[in-house]
């Protein structure tokens, strides 16, 4: 494969030998994430994942794949790219875990307008440190170089997973009640939705993203929205385990409005406080530059909540106490379920 080589190809824009560095460069990423099910290596048509079902009684595959989105100009601005891939892994592996399912293994695909190895092996080691915080095997992907479809200088980022779950353990909102409990996990930052407007409202283009923001701690605006995803598998694994969980919403785009409503039956809202919400400075800042109705804020970003989770009132001390041991310290009481057609009310 070493003697693989095309100038007509090249000439055309596509370097496969290229390709082949990139690949090497990111062996010493990949292999951080190997676990137990693995037994393909890097480079072949496919990934190979040996499913350990003991102690499962029908074993049920849960699957999910998303991308980084707009965020992905911040990172180009800043010429910044060894975390976008933890977005990417987050974006995924998030919505796996509100099935109660625990991610297995990740799949990349990186589009770019020119391979440069050094970059793409810069945003694999992000997606490896992703499937590190996740638990999580990456076992294939695919780098393509698209000359005269993306600009030289720029890639596009995305990917899929795939987890598994004992039926009897999927969750199950139907033994939810009035006076049940929510709990919030905080967010990291923006994550990786609602950047369109992020971008629209800082016109990022023109704005210096490296200078220090005195409501944003003394951090640039760009460290800020470059932040990743949190990635939330691992005390939310820890929690199944020894609390009975109701529901998860992960808080993705279209903010309270649009996903805590997912996760809930019909008959029962979610009842908030905005005092009890512990929105983040960046999100503060946010709408003061923009003039974005408080409505719109919640119903486009996270506002600092990046998983919500309902639990039954006399399991809500223990699940707090499981979350905080478990590395989410900032683990808190959001709210409460009460009868109601209206989703969510935030008062």
Not at 199 to 204: A, L, N, P, Q, S
């Amino acid at each position: 494969m070493n003697n693989s080589q095309s100038k007509s190809y090249a000439a055309a824009g596509v370097d496969i030998t290229a390709g082949y560095k990139a690949v090497e460069l990111m062996k010493q990423h990949i292999m951080r994430t190997v676990t137990d099910g693995v037994c393909s290596d890097v480079g072949g048509f496919g990934g190979l994942f040996e499913l350990d079902v003991k102690g499962m009684e029908k074993p049920v595959l849960v699957s999910g794949t998303d991308g980084v989105g707009t965020k992905l100009k911040i990172a180009f601005l800043m010429d910044k790219h060894d975390t976008v891939g933890i977005d990417c892994v987050a974006m995924c592996v998030n919505d796996i875990i509100c099935c109660g399912a625990k991610p297995l293994f990740f799949l990349d695909y990186i589009a770019c307008g020119k391979n440069v190895p050094e970059k793409i092996a810069q945003i694999v080691s992000g997606v490896a440190e992703g499937c590190v915080q996740s638990g999580a095997a990456l076992i294939g992907g695919e780098t393509a170089e698209m000359p005269g479809f993306y600009p030289i200088d720029e890639y596009d980022l995305a990917g899929f997973s795939v987890g598994v779950v004992d039926k009897k353990n999927i969750l199950d909102n139907s033994t939810m009640k009035a006076g049940d409990v929510i709990i919030a996990l905080p967010s990291s930052g923006v994550h990786s939705n609602g950047f369109s407007l992020v971008r629209k409202v800082f016109d990022v283009e023109n704005c210096d993203l490296k200078a220090p923001v005195e409501k944003l701690g003394g951090k640039s605006l760009g460290e800020t929205l470059l932040t990743p995803t949190k990635i939330y598998v691992k005390p939310m694994v820890a929690l199944f385990e020894q609390v009975k969980v109701k529901a998860v919403s992960h808080i993705t785009g279209g903010g309270f409005y649009e996903n805590i409503p997912r996760s809930l039956p019909d008959g029962f809202g979610a009842k908030i406080k905005r005092e009890d919400v512990r929105v983040l400075p960046i999100f503060e800042l946010l709408a003061e530059k923009g003039n974005i109705p408080e409505r719109d804020m919640f119903n486009t970003f996270n506002m600092g909540v990046g998983m919500s989770l309902v639990v039954s009132a006399e399991d809500a001390e223990k699940s707090l106490a499981v979350l905080r041991e478990n590395g989410e310290e900032g683990a808190y009481i959001l709210g409460e379920i009460i009868e109601s057609d209206e989703k969510v009310t935030i008062i």
